[in-house]
T-cell receptor, first 114, second 113 residues
Framework: DAMVIQNPRYQVTQFGKPVTLSCSQT?????MYWYQQKSSQAPKLLFH???????NEADTPDNFQSRRPNTSFCFLDIRSPGLGDAAMYLC?????????????FGPGTRLTVL | GDSVTQMEGPVTLSEEAFLTINCTYT??????LFWYVQYPGEGLQLLLK?????DKGSNKGFEATYRKETTSFHLEKGSVQVSDSAVYFC????????????FGQGTTLQVKP
């Protein structure tokens, strides 16, 4: 089945130690999104790629970076995780950015910062 | 900026009860509206959507109608099941250049047998 896969499902890192989260998709979608969802809060968009074009949200901290080496994969890099970065990180894909396009979400990676 | 407001939870119902989860929005244009559901330990799944005023989205017994005059998109189901227990998010996309979803804070539904 076509799907969005996130690895790992659970990630524990230490304060200040860089961490990379992975997302892959078999849907061949053009757009990939990263959302951050803190406990009991709504998901919040960090950035997205349309093909190779990177689009950062204005309030996304510089500590967060992303890479999309090919259509299938997208990575979220947190350069120096702080305690406030502990959250669920959700990857989503869609065929295009238009509002008619459904976004398909992965199961998420829960990040713990010690 | 655009925003979505949902009724606070948790909402606790008995099986076969009627469900309403209120959602209102603020947007400068004409957004598309969505309900997503998140089951424990899983990612978000699209439940239903509506892209213009007076549209009704429906899926799995859930319904919501896009009401422009009241800027609302309330979720309803006539008879809930234990398996409907989850967190429900109302969301909108206003800017089709980005496809950015703006979510409400989520409403936890617990259905008891």
């Amino acid at each position: 089945d076509a799907m969005v896969i996130q690895n790992p499902r659970y990630q524990v890192t230490q304060f200040g130690k860089p961490v990379t989260l992975s997302c892959s998709q078999t849907l061949n979608h053009n757009v990939m999104y990263w959302y951050q969802q803190k406990s009991s809060q709504a998901p919040k968009l960090l950035f997205h790629y349309y093909d190779k074009d990177f689009n950062n949200e204005a309030d996304t901290p510089d500590n967060f970076q992303s890479r999309r080496p090919n259509t299938s994969f997208c990575f979220l890099d947190i350069r120096s995780p702080g305690l406030g970065d502990a959250a669920m990180y959700l990857c989503a894909t869609s065929r295009s950015t238009g509002s008619y396009n459904e976004q398909f979400f992965g199961p998420g990676t829960r990040l713990t910062v010690l | 900026g655009d925003s979505v407001t949902q009724m606070e939870g948790p909402v606790t119902l008995s099986e076969e009860a009627f469900l309403t989860i209120n959602c209102t929005y603020t947007a400068t244009g004409y957004p598309s509206l969505f309900w997503y559901v998140q089951y424990p330990g899983e990612g978000l799944q699209l439940l239903l959507k509506a892209t213009k005023a007076d549209d009704k989205g429906s899926n799995k017994g859930f319904e919501a109608t896009y009401r422009k005059e009241t800027t609302s998109f309330h979720l309803e189901k006539g008879s809930v099941q234990v398996s409907d227990s989850a967190v429900y998010f109302c969301a909108l996309i206003e800017n089709s250049n980005t496809g950015k979803l703006i979510f409400g804070q989520g409403t936890t539904l617990q259905v008891k047998p």
